[in-house]
């Protein structure tokens, strides 16, 4: 054999284990799932086992009324048989219609139930996963897990899933009951079943890989057109709008091409189970027909194989919508299941050590990190920062100085090395108490949907107006917010859209004040405000500094000034550390930086 023949086996081994163990991960997520119900679940297959069975009695109970009944009344005028017979026939069809609409209701339970555990889950494994995660997995592809797929599951269990078993039943009490019947005119429809297996069979392979490449192109759109509306300020402001209408009409074009493709599928497979029904139908008609002229077979008994005939084929064709439905369903539930899947790299302790009265000393002890294993940041650090002080991270882009500042907040934990909080490795310290002593300040400063107050109220929950109020005053938000219609009422509108990125910077600056951390990391934190309110808030700096260890990134060297202590960062490590003045005094790269930032000022 050739290599490129083993080759190819290798590949086609790899497809066929990796498609058994997502098929394996989404029926564990679907079980799951349904254990909470199951009991529901069993009661309604039940239901749709009575019901299906009272379907099936009336063909039965029509043969048995006009051979039997009706013989009776025009051979003895006895109207009891055909009264009995009758009667039978509404009881099971008042049963049929009672038990399905308890069916109805049932499988909305169940449908509703399982949705609300699965959105619930994915939120908030979502949610807590580490940042690895969501700084690669796209918001979009999030929200395509949360919205669309969600959305096609729910499809499948408002009826897709009880249909199947519905469908299946109905079809094998029909041809029980046909078999019972009469067995020779089951004959053409266990025939049937021959071309019927082969095309359901064509049908299954071929639209496996089509309705996976639909959900793929699906969850494209969403992508693009949530970084679309996210972006939409850096859109207008490069002017991407026409860009951004071709690319997105190229996706659009791709998935309507993949849903032509499974359009296309249904085109065969539905007419083709129609053909086939009506051959079959056409079969026992004629045969039935021509042993009814010989006396050997009941007219009613004909009536009743015909019926059952047509009843075999009506539930295929709901089958094949059900696979619309399952193939759409399996391959959303694979990307469900995948992104449930992912394990946080930042994991709670199992035994956390208390951390009672933190001092806020820091220390990085031959700390090595890297976002992958190709690319390291931090080779190897030492550094000792004493509880209380404020020190200022300078460096170029690239640096590693906000790689150092995410360790701190333990976004990320070190690939070697430990990085301490009075001793203790973070590692070991629980997730609330890291929390409590640790607050991070990014240039981003988002708000939620909500006041002002409630937004800055975030830092501190339960916060008084009072508490509030003298945090905004320290950072130097209060006069701004007076000035807001409502005040500290006021609706910042979503994402804080009514506030400019200025008020928002202070706004969450307050929103960590008032939480009263041990360790306060600001990374670019006053990129967005301006002269004037950077001084306010380098005022408040030094108050609410006094008293706790701050670590301060920033490209403005005026922002440094309230530091005691420089760090200049090169490379992922420190070559230089001192004071603002020693440095500045100096003949090294911080003296560099600060002579070029005052000419820019000149």
Known sequence: MSITGVRGEERSDFTKAEGKRLRQ?????????????????????????????????????????????????VQNHNWLPAQLIVGAYVITAITGSTMMAVYMRSSAVISQTVLIDLRERVFQHTQNLSMSFHENYTSGRVIARQTSDIEV??????????????????????????????????????VALIPCFYLTR?????????????????????????????????????????RNEQSYAVAVDDYREANRKVIRLFGTYDPGLKVIGVFTLS????????????????????????????????????????????????????KVSGMLEERATVTEPEDPIALAHPQGALDFNHVRFGYNEHTVVLPDLDLHIPAGQTIALVGTTGAGKSTL??????????????????????????????RNAVTMVTQESYLFSGTVAENIALGKPGATRDEIIAATTAVGAHDFIMRLPEGYDTDVNKRGGRLSAGQRQLLSFARAFIADPTVLILDEATASLDIPSERLVQRGLQTLLSDRTAIIIAHRLSTVAIADRVLVMEHGEIIEDGTPHDLIEGEGKFASLHTAWRDSLA
């Open 25 to 73: 991960r989404s029926l564990a997520l679907l079980g799951s799932l349904l254990h909470p119900v199951r009991v529901r679940v069993y009661w309604t297959l039940l239901v749709v086992v009575i019901s299906t069975a009272a379907q099936v009695a009336g063909p039965a109970l029509l043969a048995l009324g006009i051979d039997q009944g009706l013989t009776q009344v």
């Open 153 to 190: 599951l729910r499809e499948l269990l408002d009826g897709g899933i009880s249909n199947l078993f519905r469908g299946v039943l109905l079809m094998l009490f029909t041809a029980g009951a046909l078999i019972a019947l009469d067995p020779s005119s089951a004959v053409p429809l266990l």
């Open 202 to 242: 064509w049908f299954s392979e071929t639209s496996k890989k089509q309705f996976r490449e639909a959900r793929t192109f699906s969850a494209r759109l969403i992508v693009q057109f949530v970084e679309t509306m996210t972006g939409i300020r850096a859109v207008k402001a490069f002017r991407r709008e026409e």
């Open 283 to 334: 079969a026992v008609l004629i045969l039935g027909s021509f042993r009814v002229v010989n006396g050997v077979m009941d007219v009613g008994v004909l009536l009743a194989a015909v019926l059952y005939t047509r009843r075999f084929f009506e539930p295929m064709e709901e089958l094949a919508m059900f696979y619309n439905s399952f193939q759409n369903a399996s391959s959303a539930l694979e």
């Open 405 to 434: 500042a995410k360790l701190v907040a333990r976004f990320y934990d070190p690939t070697s090395g430990t990085v301490s909080l009075d001793g203790i490795d973070l590692r070991r310290l629980s997730n609330a108490d890291l």
